[in-house]
């Protein structure tokens, strides 16, 4: 792991902050007419496979600790929260994490979703919001009162759609092993870095989607 991380981090330039908005703003707008359509085919399909709401909004932490509602398509049933805590025993992840091995809260379409990663396009506009960026550590839903003092670092910088963490271990990893992913993301920042973790998702996407 150590040697691909290597390969991806580089020096962060001056005026990274600002450039990276403004990278962000581009790269989202530029994306939109092939995002929206296939926005509105998930919403479709969404509705169509289960009653409820096509979006999921969920209160996460950003920046400095600000708490703001990240938005997803749906993929589980309408009443999943409601039924989280009956299934907290099957939880595989210490706390605050939380994941359930094959959750059957999670819609059919809502798989597929997930797989592909399809699910995360609506957090385009919290990204033209200014409350993500394209790339950078996952929001969490619990607050930052829960982290220990060495995981607040990640809260130095926005929030992310995808990140290190993405690239190296997608799903399999717990809190802490991501937290080391981020900062080591957050020490060597920078729009080439972005660019490279933006590719390789993609790449990672494919490759779980085809398993």
Not at 61 to 76: A, C, D, E, P, V
Not at 87 to 101: S, T, Y
Not at 190 to 206: E, H, N, P, R, Y
Request: charged fraction near 20%; glycine fraction near 6%.
């Amino acid at each position: 792991m150590a040697s691909s991380i290597a390969a991806i981090l580089t020096v962060r330039p001056t005026g990274h902050a600002v450039a990276k908005r403004a990278f962000d703003i581009v790269v989202v707008l530029l994306s939109l007419p092939l995002a929206l359509p296939i926005m509105l085919l998930c919403a479709v399909i969404t509705q169509i496979d289960s009653p409820g709401p096509v979006i999921f909004g969920q209160m996460r932490t950003g920046q400095h600790g600000k708490r703001f509602r990240l938005y997803k398509f749906r993929t589980m049933v309408r009443d999943a929260e409601e039924k989280k805590a009956s299934l907290a025993h099957l939880n595989v992840l210490p706390f605050p994490d939380f994941k359930i091995p094959d959750d059957p809260r999670i819609t059919t379409v809502g798989r597929f979703l997930r797989a592909t990663s399809l699910d995360e396009l609506p957090q385009l506009w919290n990204v033209l919001c200014g409350e993500m960026s394209l790339v950078g550590p996952r929001p969490t839903s619990f607050a930052a009162s829960t982290y220990d003092l060495w995981h607040t670092r990640r809260l130095e910088v926005p929030p992310g759609v995808t990140g290190l963490w993405q690239v190296e271990a997608r799903n399999g990893s717990n809190f802490d092993e991501r937290l080391r992913l981020d900062l080591a993301y957050i020490d060597a920042a920078s729009l080439w870095v972005d660019v490279k973790i933006l590719v390789a998702t993609v790449g990672a996407v494919f490759r779980r989607s085809g398993q």
